[in-house]
């Protein structure tokens, strides 16, 4: 059985792509609730788990042959949740033969001012979120255990495509743009920024979950060429025929807002992302599974036409 902990974005859009490649595969998907609001099929089951208990991660993964961990936590509570997590998944794989591919992002690289980031850099990141990344690899990845062996990493860039919430791209800024009020934007918006497409994301998530010799290292997904935040409102604006009003939020503003506001604090500790070019290489990816990325045009338009069909859908259920 294949298990999914998290039942996000990026984890129903795994759950999707491994139902195309197997329509009768057996999945579980693992949330807080044991619920989910949508129609599955009957080899398709959610169960209610806490990620944080090594009992249940345990029982988890006694059953599963593969473990694709996909959780997300507000930032303010990284703290507690992932180290937790990871004790948990890490005590969970020493008394199991399961495998785990973890869904992570670049913050545990830190501030590398504009540099080409590649799995080879050190996870020597300074930042407070930085480093509950850092720790959660190396709980999982390099702790000397056997188990690190059945433990690959996936990392992503910010997020962009349908069904993203949060995020530079996601629903706040479709909202904006369709009602004509101002996108609120900040940091250099002409400097190239690497964004990554979920499906892209949950497509090498996959393939490296197949992969044996996948295992015991770290894998950048293969993204679209980066574009500038300014060329990406651009294509926003063709693809959904709208004029895009913006403006760009000083930094010290951001700060401030930070002490009314958890979430614009926290914003505000990564505020170095769009303050020098973020680039990403997929260049390992590439060589072992070839580079599926998807085009930003194509991601765009897959944006719009998401985005207008929930809108559609809500209006006919009014």
């Keep these: 059985m294949t298990t999914i902990l998290g039942t996000g974005q990026l984890g129903l859009a795994i759950m999707q792509m491994l139902l195309e490649r197997n329509p009768n595969g057996k999945i579980l998907l693992v949330n807080r609730s044991g619920k989910l609001g949508i129609p599955l099929p009957p080899n398709v089951q959610v169960t209610a788990a806490d990620t944080t208990s090594g009992a249940a991660m345990k029982a988890i993964a006694e059953k599963a042959e593969l473990i694709f961990s996909c ?43 504009g540099k080409l980031m590649d799995e080879s850099m050190p996870h020597t990141a300074q930042t ?53 009020k101002t996108v609120r934007l900040f940091g250099n918006i002409h400097l190239p920024h690497t964004f990554t497409y979920i499906n892209d994301f949950a497509a090498a998530m996959i393939n490296v979950g197949m992969a044996a010799d996948a295992f015991g290292q770290t894998w950048h997904v293969p993204n679209a060429p980066a574009l500038s935040i300014d060329k990406w409102v651009h294509l926003f604006e063709v693809i959904s025929n ?77």
């Design 71 to 113: 959780t997300d936590m507000p930032y303010d509570q990284w703290a507690v949740f992932y180290p937790a997590t990871a004790s948990a998944l890490a005590y969970a794989l020493s008394e199991t033969s399961a495998r785990l591919v973890f869904a992570d992002n670049l913050y545990s690289y830190g501030n590398v001012f």
């Design 128 to 180: 407070k979120k930085g480093k509950i990344r850092a720790a959660v690899i190396n709980a999982l990845l390099f702790s000397g255990d056997l188990f690190n062996k059945r433990v690959a990493f996936v990392k992503a860039a910010d997020f962009v495509g349908p069904r993203i919430h949060k995020g530079i791209f996601g629903t706040a800024f479709l909202n904006n743009v369709y009602s004509g």
């Design 242 to 318: 709208r004029k895009i009003k913006k403006s760009v939020t000083a930094k010290l503003l951001i700060k401030i807002a930070g002490f009314f506001n958890a979430f614009t604090r926290e914003l505000y500790e990564m505020a170095y992302q769009f303050e020098y070019p973020y680039l990403v290489s997929h260049d390992k990816y590439a060589a072992r599974f070839g580079n599926h990325c998807t085009y930003p045009s194509d991601i765009v338009k897959a944006t719009v036409e998401w985005y207008l069909l929930t809108q559609q859908n809500k209006q006919d259920h009014q």
